[in-house]
C-alpha cells in the first residue's frame, strides 16, 4: 500500500513525503530540501527513508476528523525506541485504510512464522556468518575448567536434561557438583519450580567459587523441606573444599579471561580464613583453624543465597504453595532478600518515561525532569546493578559461593547472574564475551522474551481517538454530526496528550532505529516463506499476548550494562551503539535469536535452520561496534586494569542516546540526574539490634564474624538457620507461618491497618508490592 502527500511530524520537524506499507514495515520517504547556499546546478539531495517494522509499534491511535473542522485525519504512533511519529494525511478513506492495514500486521498475524525473521534474507556481508555456532556449551564449560576429563574442581556436566524432559526451560547440558548423582536431583528437582534446580553459570578461577542460579523452592506454607535440594546446595558451596588454587601471572588480556584479581593474593598466614566444606565441617567456632585447606587472606566464608524479591514477595508466595528457602536446612550459609521490584513495577515505571516523552513528535522541547524523576527508573537501575555487584564482591573478594533465584528464575535471576559476570570476568566485557553471555544466560537458562516483549502485540495497543472517549464514529472514520467542533477537537488532544496508562497496559521499550539516505542503508530483501508443513512444538502455535507479562527485564540489563561501560570506559571491547542496536534488535523480530523463550523451544523450531542469528549482524560490522578506547590489558598490581570492575550507584545516569535526546536533556548540565539514586551509602535496614541478634552483630559468630558484612542499601533482610535482620523476624523456628503473615499484616482479611510494633521489621505491604509475584 502507497499513501502519497503524507506529512510526518517528528520532534516538532515537518516532512512531507510518502507511506509504504510493507509485509513487515512502514516506510516513509521523503526528499530533503536543499541546502540554502547551494548552487542551482547542484544534485538534489538524495531521498531519506524511516523503516519501522511493525513490532516496533507499541501504541497506535487514529484520529478521524470531520469534514468541517478542516483538518487532517492522523495516526500517531508510539515505538519501542522511543521514537513518536505523527503521519497526517488529506483524506480520511486513506488514512482509515492505512490504520488497518498498520493494525492487521501488528496484533492480528498470530504466528511467530509470519514475523520478518523467517522471511529474511540477509546482506552479502551476513552470510558468510553463522551466529547460532558461536555459543557452544561445553566449550564454554572448558574456559570455565570444566570437562569430563577434569573434575577435580569438583563439577560434571550433567545429561539428565539433554531430551529437554527433566527440565524444559533448562539447558540440555547442566553443570552440577561431582559428588551429586542424577538420582539426586531427580528427587531434588521436584523441590524447585519447573524444576529448575540450582546450576552452574560460572566457576571463578581463582578460588574456585561459583556462581549457581535457580527458581524458587517450593517449602510452601508449612516451610518442607527437601534433603536432596539442601544436599545439592550444600555440594555446591563444598566445591572448593581441598582444592588448592595455583598462583597466576598478573597480567594479561581479556582472551582467555586472566587467572588473577587484585583480591585474590594467596597467604598462609595464621590469621587468615579457611575455605571449608559448610556440609561437614562445624562452622561455630571462628576461631578454628585447618592445615589442609588453602589459606586465602582477606577472604571470610559467606556462601550466600539471594533471593531478588523483596522480602514481602517472597513471604507472600508461600500462601500458594512456593517461597524461599527454610534456612535450618541450608546450614552455613546466609540468605540475602534482595528489593529489587517485580515485572509489573517495572513496566508501570517504564510507563511513565514514555508519558514524559509522549510529546516528542509534536515537540522538540525536552521532558520534564520532574516527570523523569518521578519514574524511578534509576532507582530500579541502581537497586539491581547494587545486587549485582553484592554478588560479585562475595564470590571474588569475599571468596564464596552464591546462588541466585527470584520466582521461576529467569528474569531478576538473568539480571543479576550475567551483570555480575560482567563485573568478575573480563571476557565478558568483549564482544564475543558478551554474545557467549547472553547466550548462555538469557537464551540457554531462559527467557520469557515473547511474553516481555509482546512480539505479536495486542488489540489494546491499537485505539480510534473518538471511539475510545466514547464519541460516535461512522463507518467511514467521520463523526456524527452535532457538538462543537472546535471544542471537541480541543477535548480530543487534551485527552490524548494527558491520557493516563489505565485505558492500557502496554509497554514501549527502547531500540535504535536511525534514519539513512536510502542508498547508504542495507536493504533489507524478504521473500514469502514457504508455507510450514507441520508445525512443532508449542512456539509455533498461536499465542496471545498478555499485556499484564509485559516487562522490560532485558532492557534492564542493557541499561545496566551501559552504566558500568560509562562508568569504565576503556574496559569494554563494545561501544554503548551495540547495546542500543541489540535492544532494537530485540524488538524488530528481524532475527530468531529472541523469538524463543529457551533452549528446547529453538532446537524444536529449528530456529537455526529458519532464521538467521543476530550475532550475523554484529559480526559482519565489528568495526561500528568497537569501542575505540578498549584497553585489554588486566593487571591486578595497576590500578584501573585490575580484574574486577565494580558499579558506583552515584554516577547512575539516563541513558540519553536510547531516548533519543540530548545528554542535557535527560541528565541536566549540572547536579545529578533527575532521580538519580543519592548515595551507595548503606541503608540501616541490614542493620541488626543485639534484640533481634544475640551476637549484636550484622553476621552470625561463625570464621569471619570479627569482620561484619558491610550492610548493603539493597539487601532488605538476612536470614540464616539461626537468626533474622532487616526483615520480619519471624520466631526461629517458623513454627507457625500464619503467626509471620499476621506480622506482616497478611492475612484473610487482607492488609492489616495496624503499624508493626516489633523492630526491624520491614515496611508494610502496599497493594502494588502483592503484585501477583508468579509469571
Not at 511493525?54 to 478521524?64: K, L, T
Not at 552515584?650 to 531516548?659: G, H, S
Not at 520480619?728 to 506482616?744: D, E, G, I, R, V
Request: hydrophobic share 30%; proline share 8%.
Amino acid at each position: 500500500m502507497r499513501i502519497e502527500d503524507v506529512t510526518l511530524w517528528m520532534r516538532g520537524t515537518r516532512y512531507d513525503g510518502t507511506l509504504n506499507l510493507k509485509p513487515h514495515h512502514m516506510v516513509f520517504s521523503w526528499h530533503p530540501p536543499p541546502p540554502p547556499d547551494s548552487p542551482e546546478s547542484a544534485k538534489p539531495p538524495r531521498e531519506r527513508d524511516i523503516w519501522i517494522t511493525f513490532p516496533m509499534i507499541s501504541y497506535c491511535v487514529y484520529r478521524p476528523t470531520p469534514p468541517q473542522s478542516h483538518q487532517q485525519p492522523s495516526i500517531r504512533i508510539q515505538c519501542r525506541d522511543f521514537k513518536f511519529f505523527a503521519f497526517h494525511f488529506l483524506g480520511e478513506n486513506k488514512a482509515r485504510e492505512a490504520y488497518e492495514r498498520i493494525r492487521s500486521s501488528s496484533c492480528r498475524i498470530g504466528r511467530l512464522d509470519k514475523l520478518l525473521a523467517f522471511s529474511y534474507k540477509p546482506p552479502p556481508a551476513e552470510k558468510p556468518i553463522d551466529g547460532w555456532k558461536i555459543y557452544d556449551a561445553r566449550r564454554e564449560w572448558k574456559r570455565l575448567g570444566i570437562s569430563a576429563k577434569d573434575s577435580e574442581k569438583g563439577w560434571r556436566i550433567s545429561e539428565i536434561n539433554v531430551d529437554y524432559q527433566y527440565s524444559p526451560t533448562y539447558p540440555a547440558l547442566i553443570v552440577v557438583p561431582t559428588r551429586i548423582s542424577d538420582n539426586v536431583l531427580n528427587y531434588a528437582g521436584k523441590y524447585r519450580s519447573r524444576a529448575r534446580i540450582p546450576a552452574l553459570v560460572y566457576r571463578h578461577p581463582i578460588n574456585n567459587c561459583s556462581i549457581t542460579r535457580s527458581a524458587q523452592p517450593t517449602p510452601g506454607i508449612r516451610g518442607s523441606r527437601n534433603v536432596q535440594d539442601e544436599k545439592l546446595v550444600a555440594a555446591i558451596f563444598a566445591t572448593n573444599s581441598g582444592w588448592k588454587p595455583q598462583t597466576a601471572p598478573t597480567s594479561s588480556t581479556t582472551s582467555s579471561s586472566p587467572e588473577s584479581s587484585v583480591d585474590n593474593f594467596i597467604f598462609s598466614g595464621a590469621d587468615s580464613s579457611s575455605v571449608v566444606d559448610p556440609a561437614t565441617e562445624d562452622l561455630s567456632d571462628p576461631d578454628e583453624s585447618d592445615t589442609i585447606h588453602p589459606k586465602v587472606y582477606g577472604a571470610q566464608r559467606r556462601n550466600m543465597i539471594v533471593d531478588a524479591r523483596p522480602t514481602i514477595n517472597a513471604m507472600a508466595m508461600q500462601l500458594v504453595g512456593k517461597g524461599s528457602e527454610n534456612m535450618d536446612g541450608y546450614k552455613g550459609a546466609q540468605k540475602a532478600y534482595l528489593g529489587i521490584d517485580n515485572i509489573h513495577v517495572m513496566r508501570k515505571s517504564l510507563q511513565k518515561i514514555v508519558d514524559a516523552l509522549s510529546h516528542s513528535d509534536v515537540s522538540a522541547f525536552p521532558p520534564n525532569a520532574e516527570q523523569l524523576a518521578a519514574t524511578g527508573w534509576l532507582k530500579h537501575i541502581g537497586n539491581v546493578l547494587e545486587g549485582s555487584a553484592l554478588i560479585a564482591r562475595t564470590v571474588g573478594i569475599m571468596h564464596s559461593h552464591v546462588l541466585i533465584h527470584c520466582s521461576d528464575g529467569w528474569d531478576r535471576t538473568s539480571q543479576l547472574s550475567a551483570l555480575s559476570q560482567i563485573c568478575l570476568d573480563p571476557y565478558y566485557r568483549t564482544i564475543d564475551g558478551f554474545i557467549v553471555l547472553v547466550e548462555k544466560d538469557w537464551m540457554s537458562f531462559g527467557h520469557m522474551f515473547r511474553q516481555r516483549s509482546g512480539f505479536l502485540s495486542h488489540e489494546k495497543w491499537f485505539e480510534i481517538e473518538n471511539e475510545r472517549i466514547g464519541g460516535k464514529t461512522s463507518a467511514n472514520g467521520t463523526s456524527s454530526p452535532g457538538g462543537n467542533t472546535i471544542e471537541n477537537a480541543t477535548r480530543l488532544a487534551n485527552r490524548f496528550f494527558n491520557r493516563k496508562d489505565e485505558s492500557r497496559e502496554s509497554l514501549v521499550d527502547t531500540t535504535d532505529a536511525e534514519m539513512q539516505n536510502a542508498s547508504d542503508s542495507t536493504p533489507i530483501s524478504v521473500s514469502t516463506p514457504a508455507p510450514i508443513a507441520s508445525m512443532s512444538g508449542a512456539a509455533e502455535e498461536q499465542r496471545v499476548t498478555k499485556p499484564s507479562e509485559i516487562s522490560p527485564v532485558f532492557h534492564q540489563f542493557l541499561d545496566c550494562t551501559y552504566q558500568l561501560l560509562y562508568q569504565h570506559p576503556d574496559r569494554f571491547e563494545y561501544n554503548e551503539r551495540f547495546l542500543r542496536r541489540l535492544l532494537y534488535h530485540l524488538y524488530s523480530c528481524q532475527y530468531g535469536t529472541f523469538l524463543f523463550d529457551n533452549e528446547k523451544e529453538r532446537v524444536e523450531n529449528r530456529a537455526a535452520q529458519r532464521t538467521r542469528s543476530v550475532w550475523d549482524y554484529f559480526l559482519s560490522r565489528r568495526p561500528d561496534f568497537t569501542n575505540p578506547t578498549y584497553n585489554p590489558a588486566v593487571d591486578d598490581s595497576v590500578r584501573g586494569r585490575e580484574r574486577m570492575i565494580f558499579p558506583d550507584s552515584r554516577k547512575i545516569r539516563w541513558w540519553p542516546e536510547l531516548f533519543n535526546r540530548l545528554d542535557e536533556d535527560m541528565n541536566g548540565k549540572s547536579g545529578p540526574p533527575p532521580g538519580a539514586p543519592a548515595t551507595l551509602s548503606p541503608s540501616s535496614s541490614m542493620v541488626s539490634s543485639s534484640s533481634n541478634n544475640p551476637n549484636g552483630l550484622a553476621t552470625p559468630s561463625r570464621s569471619g564474624a570479627s569482620t561484619p558484612i558491610l550492610p548493603e542499601s539493597i539487601v532488605t533482610g538476612v536470614e540464616t538457620a539461626e537468626y533474622a535482620t532487616g526483615v520480619a523476624a519471624q520466631p526461629k523456628p517458623a513454627a507457625s507461618m500464619a503467626q509471620a503473615f499476621a506480622s506482616l499484616g497478611i492475612g484473610s482479611g487482607g492488609l492489616s491497618p495496624q503499624p508493626s510494633p516489633q523492630r526491624g521489621r520491614s515496611p508494610k505491604p502496599s497493594k502494588e508490592d502483592m503484585e501477583v509475584e508468579m509469571q
